[in-house]
């Protein structure tokens, strides 16, 4: 049990020097290449903090547990909707572009949609599902890379660090948030299924939280260097990438039966990101208030949760 502990307090502190280090670099990277935040945020930072979500689904499934493969997926995409993007915007009310309202936001809507669509439709997801999501993850990417251009407000100042450096950093704070977060998943995990905790249960919050914890870094740290546009692309990028590209791609390997992931646990999938998609409306800002209320959704979800596990 001490050693278990010594793992959670280890990955937490790899995570949070992780994601200071992954921004940083981000951010010089955009500046230097004449892209956006959002679009590094979408891709390039959502790929790297969906690594630990894309590691733990594939060998679940592997292993036979598509419960916490999903579970995770799922678990996840709330953890970072309503948790990640409530403390955020407690810490800095959050800046949202119009593009961002009427092109990203939809389709993370449209992501988790099509997850409880197919999972209504067979309780499991099959080969051909798999393909379903894979491809509207390609049309997502695609309309990210179209929206790749600087736009004004991220040009106001551009960064002096170096190319060199910023990938440096990105690759440095990539390696840090992934080895933090499974060491982290290890520690916690032990100590669930130690207290009798089952695998959709330790899915949908204990590992869900724990590889979202590269995701909550390094938004609120983007948050609070007022780099909105990292922050919220980082959330929506991974909720795509966790549903169509983990799901997709771990689909076609194994299909996954589907038994501990609740009708109420898909419902909070897409009631959090319609939350988000509705306050986004709000002067394309995501204020103090907002974020709360996103926070404390997520806890009493929470709570219901833990209630029923004990």
Known sequence: MILNVAFILIGVV??????????????????????????????????????PEFCVSLVSALRGTADLAVG?????????????????????????????????????????????????????????????????????????????????????????????????????GLVCLVGGSNVFVEGITAVARYLGVSDAVIGLTIVAGGTSLPELATSVVAARRGNSGIAIGNVLGSNVVNICFILGITGLVSPLAISGITYLDMTMLVLSSGLLWLFSFTKYTITRWEGGVLLLIYLAYLSWLVMNAL
């Open 14 to 51: 790899l995570v949070l020097w992780g994601a200071d280090r992954l921004t940083e670099g981000a951010v010089g990277l955009a500046e230097k290449m004449r892209v956006s935040q959002l679009v590094i945020g979408l891709t390039i930072v959502a790929f790297g903090t969906s690594a």
């Open 72 to 172: 995770n997926v799922v678990g996840s995409n709330v953890f970072n909707t309503l948790l990640i993007v409530g403390v955020a915007a407690l810490v800095a009310p959050m800046t949202i572009l119009k593009s961002t309202v009427d092109r990203d936001l939809p389709f993370a809507f449209l992501a988790s949609a099509a997850l409880i669509a197919l999972c209504y439709l067979g309780r499991d997801i099959s080969r051909l599902d798999a393909l379903v999501l894979l491809g509207i993850f390609a049309v997502s990417m695609v309309l990210a890379v179209r929206g790749s251009k600087l736009v004004e407000e991220d040009a106001a100042q551009l960064s002096n660090m170096p190319v060199w450096k910023g990938v440096m950093w990105v690759v440095v």
